[in-house]
């Protein structure tokens, strides 16, 4: 629960995750939309049930036969947990918040 945290964590979210988690209240992209099986929505209550321990897990090794890939050698502990975090912020997007990750998608 610290804002820097949050903070830290949104670029990241930004390049790495958006393009296939997409921003909770926006339209997915072209990538997000081909996806088989499609990348869960991060702020839907089945992902928000997870302990943040599997959530860190997910994040690290990936998760085989979809294309969630393991960012255990990209991302060191800190930042994987800072993910963790922002995950857990996504029902709570601040619409600043939410301009900021459109942003991205807009430049795409």
Same mark, same amino acid.
Request: proline content about 7%; aromatic content about 6%.
């Given at each position: 629960?610290?804002?820097?945290? /949050?903070?830290?964590? *949104?670029?990241?979210?930004?390049? $790495?995750?958006?393009?296939? %988690?997409?921003?909770?209240?926006?339209?997915?992209?072209? /990538?997000?939309?081909? *996806?088989?099986?499609?990348?869960?929505?991060?702020?839907?209550? @089945? /992902?928000?049930?997870?302990?943040?321990?599997? *959530?860190? #897990?997910?994040?690290?090794?990936?998760?085989?036969?979809?294309? $969630?890939?393991?960012? @255990?050698?990209?991302?060191?502990?800190?930042?994987? #947990?800072?993910?963790?975090?922002?995950?857990? %912020?996504?029902?709570? *997007?601040?619409?600043? @918040?939410?301009?900021?990750?459109?942003?991205? @998608?807009?430049?795409?």
């Amino acid at each position: 629960n610290d804002p820097k945290a /949050i903070t830290d964590a *949104l670029p990241h979210y930004k390049e $790495m995750c958006v393009v296939c %988690h997409g921003v909770p209240g926006l339209e997915r992209s072209e /990538i997000a939309e081909g *996806l088989h099986p499609a990348a869960p929505n991060l702020a839907s209550p @089945e /992902i928000q049930k997870m302990s943040d321990g599997e *959530l860190f #897990w997910v994040i690290a090794n990936g998760i085989g036969s979809t294309g $969630m890939p393991a960012f @255990e050698h990209a991302d060191d502990a800190n930042t994987r #947990w800072k993910i963790v975090s922002y995950i857990r %912020h996504l029902p709570n *997007l601040t619409a600043t @918040e939410r301009k900021q990750l459109q942003q991205s @998608e807009d430049e795409e």
